[in-house]
Nanobody
Framework: QVQLAESGGGLVQAGVSLRLSCAAS????????MAWFRQAPGKNREFVAA????????DYPDSVKGRFTISRDNVKNTVYLQMNSLKPEDTALYYC?????????????????WGQGTQVSVFS
């Protein structure tokens, strides 16, 4: 089990960039597949990005592909989400999640450890 703490959210204008961070503590970070999800008011939690244990394999939905980049630092026990060209529809609470499975999945039910979330609000 890992404890996760997100940071880096904020209120920004459309078109700018933000980088979210998620610091992990507890278990061996490099043994976890990591992901970012988001949830806007009145909507279901949505998959945003995932990265394999090594950092070499990444997955994104079409809604963020080409704009968002997930990465991880297994020395600093941190996963990042670089978000470029932000749009108002990116406004949501962003969560970091972890699973001990050695496979990338888009289904939130496969992730057992979650952070508290960091708010990203984008205005036009």
């Amino acid at each position: 089990q890992v404890q996760l703490a997100e940071s880096g959210g904020g209120l920004v204008q459309a078109g700018v960039s933000l980088r979210l961070s998620c610091a992990a503590s507890g278990d061996t970070f490099s043994t976890y597949t990591m992901a970012w999800f988001r949830q806007a008011p009145g909507k279901n939690r949505e998959f945003v990005a995932a990265v394999s244990r090594s950092g070499l394999i990444r997955d994104y939905p079409d809604s963020v592909k080409g704009r968002f980049t997930i990465s991880r630092d297994n020395v600093k026990n941190t996963v990042y989400l670089q978000m470029n060209s932000l749009k108002p529809e990116d406004t949501a609470l962003y969560y970091c999640a972890a699973t001990g499975e050695n496979i990338i999945r888009r289904d939130a039910n496969h992730y057992h450890d979650w952070g508290q979330g960091t708010q990203v609000s984008v205005f036009s």
